[in-house]
Protein backbone atom coordinates (compact mmCIF):
# COMPACT_ATOMS: atom_id res chain seq x y z
CA UNK A 1 0.00 0.00 0.00
CA UNK A 2 2.78 2.29 -0.11
CA UNK A 3 2.06 3.37 -3.60
CA UNK A 4 -1.22 4.48 -2.33
CA UNK A 5 -1.72 7.79 -1.35
CA UNK A 6 -4.66 9.45 0.52
CA UNK A 7 -7.04 9.80 -2.40
CA UNK A 8 -6.31 6.23 -4.48
CA UNK A 9 -7.71 5.18 -0.52
CA UNK A 10 -10.46 7.22 -0.30
CA UNK A 11 -11.30 6.11 -4.37
CA UNK A 12 -11.08 2.50 -3.13
CA UNK A 13 -13.28 2.68 -0.17
CA UNK A 14 -16.11 4.85 -2.58
CA UNK A 15 -16.01 2.30 -5.13
CA UNK A 16 -16.70 -0.23 -2.62
CA UNK A 17 -19.96 1.45 -1.92
CA UNK A 18 -21.22 2.25 -5.22
CA UNK A 19 -19.22 0.96 -7.96
CA UNK A 20 -21.38 2.47 -10.32
CA UNK A 21 -20.52 5.67 -10.31
CA UNK A 22 -19.45 7.80 -12.85
CA UNK A 23 -16.15 9.04 -12.95
CA UNK A 24 -17.57 12.53 -12.72
CA UNK A 25 -19.64 11.39 -9.90
CA UNK A 26 -16.55 9.47 -8.08
CA UNK A 27 -14.60 12.62 -8.77
CA UNK A 28 -17.22 15.07 -6.75
CA UNK A 29 -17.08 12.70 -3.95
CA UNK A 30 -12.84 12.87 -3.87
CA UNK A 31 -12.74 16.62 -4.66
CA UNK A 32 -10.78 16.35 -7.63
CA UNK A 33 -11.62 16.82 -11.77
CA UNK A 34 -12.20 14.21 -13.99
CA UNK A 35 -9.57 13.31 -15.78
CA UNK A 36 -7.16 12.42 -12.70
CA UNK A 37 -9.86 10.56 -11.24
CA UNK A 38 -10.09 8.39 -14.43
CA UNK A 39 -6.11 8.09 -14.55
CA UNK A 40 -5.92 6.98 -11.00
CA UNK A 41 -8.51 4.42 -11.72
CA UNK A 42 -6.83 3.26 -14.53
CA UNK A 43 -3.51 3.17 -12.54
CA UNK A 44 -5.73 1.02 -9.92
CA UNK A 45 -7.33 -1.52 -12.09
CA UNK A 46 -3.66 -2.33 -13.63
CA UNK A 47 -2.03 -2.33 -10.91
CA UNK A 48 -4.28 -5.51 -9.39
CA UNK A 49 -5.60 -3.42 -6.73
CA UNK A 50 -9.27 -3.42 -8.28
CA UNK A 51 -10.25 -6.57 -9.49
CA UNK A 52 -13.13 -6.59 -10.93
CA UNK A 53 -16.92 -4.83 -11.19
CA UNK A 54 -19.84 -6.44 -10.54
CA UNK A 55 -23.55 -6.53 -9.26
CA UNK A 56 -24.26 -8.25 -5.42
CA UNK A 57 -27.40 -10.89 -6.54
CA UNK A 58 -29.72 -11.47 -3.49
CA UNK A 59 -29.51 -15.58 -3.38
CA UNK A 60 -32.95 -15.76 -1.55
CA UNK A 61 -35.12 -13.98 -4.71
CA UNK A 62 -33.12 -16.75 -7.09
CA UNK A 63 -34.07 -19.72 -4.82
CA UNK A 64 -30.27 -20.42 -3.82
CA UNK A 65 -30.61 -18.58 -0.14
CA UNK A 66 -29.82 -22.14 1.65
CA UNK A 67 -25.69 -21.94 2.93
CA UNK A 68 -23.44 -24.35 3.71
CA UNK A 69 -20.09 -24.13 4.81
CA UNK A 70 -18.41 -27.64 3.60
CA UNK A 71 -15.02 -28.93 5.39
CA UNK A 72 -13.48 -31.04 3.23
CA UNK A 73 -10.27 -33.43 3.95
CA UNK A 74 -8.84 -35.06 1.48
CA UNK A 75 -7.96 -38.66 1.43
CA UNK A 76 -3.81 -37.48 0.77
CA UNK A 77 -2.35 -34.42 0.11
CA UNK A 78 0.18 -33.24 -2.31
CA UNK A 79 0.86 -30.70 -4.81
CA UNK A 80 -0.63 -32.91 -7.83
CA UNK A 81 -3.57 -33.66 -5.63
CA UNK A 82 -4.09 -30.20 -4.33
CA UNK A 83 -4.57 -28.99 -7.91
CA UNK A 84 -6.65 -31.31 -9.04
CA UNK A 85 -9.32 -30.39 -6.29
CA UNK A 86 -8.78 -27.02 -7.37
CA UNK A 87 -9.25 -27.18 -10.43
CA UNK A 88 -12.06 -29.14 -10.37
CA UNK A 89 -14.07 -26.98 -7.51
CA UNK A 90 -13.15 -23.81 -9.90
CA UNK A 91 -15.91 -25.78 -12.06
CA UNK A 92 -18.54 -26.35 -9.85
CA UNK A 93 -21.35 -23.67 -9.85
CA UNK A 94 -22.70 -24.17 -6.88
CA UNK A 95 -19.49 -23.59 -5.06
CA UNK A 96 -19.22 -19.77 -4.40
CA UNK A 97 -15.96 -19.86 -2.41
CA UNK A 98 -13.24 -22.27 -1.65
CA UNK A 99 -10.63 -21.87 0.96
CA UNK A 100 -7.43 -23.83 1.71
CA UNK A 101 -7.08 -24.16 5.33
CA UNK A 102 -4.67 -24.91 8.09
CA UNK A 103 -6.00 -27.70 10.65
CA UNK A 104 -8.16 -30.94 10.53
CA UNK A 105 -9.40 -30.17 7.21
CA UNK A 106 -8.21 -28.99 4.19
CA UNK A 107 -10.95 -27.11 2.28
CA UNK A 108 -13.46 -24.87 3.32
CA UNK A 109 -16.26 -24.74 1.04
CA UNK A 110 -19.15 -22.42 0.70
CA UNK A 111 -22.35 -23.60 -1.21
CA UNK A 112 -25.67 -22.24 -2.24
CA UNK A 113 -28.17 -24.60 -3.04
CA UNK A 114 -32.15 -24.44 -3.26
CA UNK A 115 -32.85 -26.67 -0.02
CA UNK A 116 -31.85 -29.44 2.32
CA UNK A 117 -32.62 -32.03 -0.70
CA UNK A 118 -30.33 -30.03 -3.06
CA UNK A 119 -27.25 -30.01 -1.32
CA UNK A 120 -27.80 -33.28 -0.68
CA UNK A 121 -27.86 -34.27 -4.10
CA UNK A 122 -24.73 -32.33 -4.75
CA UNK A 123 -22.99 -33.95 -2.15
CA UNK A 124 -23.81 -36.98 -3.27
CA UNK A 125 -23.37 -36.32 -7.05
CA UNK A 126 -20.74 -33.66 -7.44
CA UNK A 127 -18.55 -33.95 -4.38
CA UNK A 128 -19.18 -37.11 -3.73
CA UNK A 129 -17.67 -38.30 -7.15
CA UNK A 130 -14.53 -36.55 -6.42
CA UNK A 131 -11.65 -39.56 -6.34
CA UNK A 132 -9.61 -37.68 -3.73
CA UNK A 133 -12.37 -36.82 -1.31
CA UNK A 134 -11.87 -38.45 2.04
CA UNK A 135 -14.17 -36.74 4.47
CA UNK A 136 -16.63 -33.86 4.69
CA UNK A 137 -18.03 -31.77 7.56
CA UNK A 138 -21.50 -29.09 6.26
CA UNK A 139 -22.58 -26.53 8.75
CA UNK A 140 -25.62 -24.90 7.72
CA UNK A 141 -26.24 -21.38 7.96
CA UNK A 142 -29.58 -20.59 9.71
CA UNK A 143 -28.83 -16.64 9.68
CA UNK A 144 -26.96 -14.40 7.87
CA UNK A 145 -25.59 -12.06 10.79
CA UNK A 146 -23.08 -10.12 8.77
CA UNK A 147 -21.81 -10.08 5.04
CA UNK A 148 -19.72 -7.44 3.82
CA UNK A 149 -18.03 -7.21 0.88
CA UNK A 150 -15.49 -5.19 0.85
CA UNK A 151 -12.95 -4.76 3.35
CA UNK A 152 -11.68 -2.70 6.06
CA UNK A 153 -7.90 -0.26 4.95
Known sequence: MDTLDKTDLQILRTLQENARLTTKELAARVNLSSTPVFERLKRLEAQGYIKKYMAV??????????????????????REIALDF???????????????????YDYLLKIHAHDMKAYQEFLINVLGKIESLGSVESTFVMDEVKHQYGIHF
Request: hydrophobic fraction near 35%; aromatic fraction near 8%.
Open 57 to 78: IDAEKLNQGFVVFCKVKLRRMN
Open 86 to 104: TRIVQEIPEVTECYNTSGS
